[in-house]
């Protein structure tokens, strides 16, 4: 069993913070030197397929693009498919989009309508959750697919800016919470 | 063993092709359904395990956003570390750059200056050769922080495009050639 004490204060002590990127105030997680360290990228990935082995999940969800890295090693884990969740103008296929809100206007998620079939059982990941609005439109996606969402997995959570609140009704989990 | 010719063969049944996107006149190839079939895509990740497995490879490189899927997958599969070659304004460290043709205007892909250091042997993966724009210029920054790239891999090749033209020089593969 991988320690989740352990991973957590390997987690902490390779993130990196950098102030003002991308705007000024603001305080980026910068999770590169987590996915570089070979130990640690393994000990995160196996941390999350020893807590889904059992439950029976169809697919991992993976949002554009860092959890992409995070997700797709993990459903290769998992021995199960990965299913992306892109930014606006890249899926080729017929799709479904939504759109939230930045604070500068809005960005674009979108999934192929055939990415999932009603009951799919999936878990939805990304590196991390800030305000939510990503991860709350991905999960409107995923809800007009009705995918069963058994849980929402992130590696860093910046819990002061409660982006949790956007997610409610789900199980989200955070590896760290800052 | 993989078989590599049942692998090509079921990545041809599999992958899906979408006339005129992103715009008129381009065939593009969605991958979308080979990474969703688990069986696909653990075929993929473990065809290249098995090639790189004895070659003591540092690092795998994937390119923004598709590379990191195949990328991960496999860093995580061999146990070693993942680096990411991403679009411009997306790394938050001191990063170096470099721009190349779109058919409409330039792209720029970047990397941390500490992403790598000198000597160190990776196999740069995305999932598609085309022109190869955007390969040779995460060449251009690989061989800028002097890392030994042992090969190039990527699922499916353009060859009517003759993008490796622009990679002259390395060991370039792809799994399928169109």
Known sequence: MIDKAQLVSRINSELRSIPDFPS??????????????????????KYFAEKYADANIDYIVGVD?????????????????????????????????TSYEL???????????????????IV?????????????AAVELLEQLKAD???IETIVELGFLDGRKKLEGYDVNSLVIE
């Open 24 to 45: 000024p105030g603001i305080i980026f997680k910068d999770i590169t030197p987590l996915i570089k360290d070979k130990e640690t990228f393994a000990l995160i990935i």
């Open 65 to 97: 693009a860092r959890g992409f890295i995070f997700g797709a090693a993990l459903a290769y884990e998992l021995g199960i498919g990965f299913v992306p969740v892109r930014k606006a103008g890249k899926l080729p296929y017929k799709k479904i989009a």
């Open 103 to 121: 604070e500068y206007g809005t960005a674009t998620v979108e999934m192929h309508e055939d990415a999932l079939d009603s009951g799919d059982k």
């Open 149 to 151: 969402i058994f849980a």
């Open 124 to 136: 939805l990941i990304d590196d991390l959750l800030a305000t939510g609005g990503s991860l709350a």
